[in-house]
Structure formats: C-alpha cells, structure tokens
C-alpha cells in the first residue's frame, strides 16, 4: 500500500487485487478532491519555497500546493503523482 495509504477516505471507490484472502494492491482513483487541514504559513520553519508550501489534507497526505492555497480549501489532487491539480 505505501503512500496510498494517504489518501484513503472513507466514501471513495478502490480496485483491489486479492490473492487467496490476502489485499496485495490497491488501485486509487487518479483524482480525489481533499480538503486542507493545515498549510505552512512563510513565518514557519518548514519548506517554503518556489511559491509553494507544504500542505497537510484531511486524510494525513503532504503535498506542495500554491502560496494562495488555505486551511479549509478543498483541492483537487493527482493520486499517481501526489500533486496539486487545482483549488475547487
């Protein structure tokens, strides 16, 4: 499962493969919508840079989104990259 385990939500579809009784991978939409629970701000000591910040979503997932992006922002973003597409 490695990083996709970061963006499991209650609610989407996934594609498992099974062997025997055994989950052995999961297949993620490409695209899922998330909402923003916490965005560095240019006072913090995390990375900040090329106008982008870190950004933590509902589902405990890290990834770099714009400077205009907010706490509370629902984002949509590309699972297979686990990169920012747009702001919804």
């Known amino acids: 499962m490695s990083d996709k385990i970061n963006y499991l939500k ?11 009784t ?3 991978s999961v297949e993620l939409p490409q695209f899922l919508e998330l909402m923003v629970i916490k965005a560095n701000t240019s006072d913090d000591k995390m ?3 090329n106008n982008t910040k870190e950004a933590v979503l509902e589902t405990g997932a890290k990834v770099e989104v714009p400077l205009f992006v907010e706490v509370g ?3 949509k973003i590309d699972t297979t990259l686990n990169q920012f597409i747009q702001r919804v």
């Not at 209650?10 to 025997?20: Q, T």
């Open 47 to 49: 990375k900040v840079s």
């Open 73 to 75: 922002d629902i984002i």
């Open 10 to 20: 209650e609610g989407i579809r996934v594609k498992a493969l099974f062997y025997g």
């Open 22 to 24: 055994s989950i052995f």
